[in-house]
């Protein structure tokens, strides 16, 4: 069973920055994708950014030129560096490991992210 554990979560001010880390217990080379997704209570989950095995990487509109998503081969770990934070990005953030070959997603805990005004 793949283990997947987000951290970097935490209580922000508008404006300011944080950056989220999920790292898998097995290599993310065996991905094909990894993702953050986020939630903000009473809505769905959505996608906020993904990466794939070979680097591409797609957003959200409302976060792009916000944030980046960049993962550490080495130490099967993905990144998402987020700046210019607004009260909306508020939501519990989930990171995402999908194996297409295998046709199973592993999801991590979650992490808050609180933005205040």
């Known amino acids: 069973q793949v283990q997947v554990v987000e951290s970097g979560g935490g209580l922000v001010q508008a404006g300011g920055s944080l950056r989220l880390s999920c790292t898998t217990s097995g290599s993310i080379f065996s991905f094909n994708a990894m993702g953050w997704y986020r939630q903000a209570p009473g809505k769905q989950r959505k996608l906020v950014a993904a990466i794939t095995s070979g680097g591409s990487t797609n957003y959200a509109d409302s976060v792009k030129g916000r944030f980046t998503i960049s993962k550490d081969n080495a130490k099967n770990t993905v990144y998402l560096q987020m700046h210019s934070l607004k009260p909306e990005d508020t939501a519990v953030y989930y990171c995402?490991?999908?194996?297409?070959?295998?046709?199973?997603?592993?999801w991590g805990q979650g992490t808050q992210v609180t933005v205040s005004s």
């Open positions: 995402n490991a999908n194996d297409r070959v295998l046709g199973l997603d592993y």
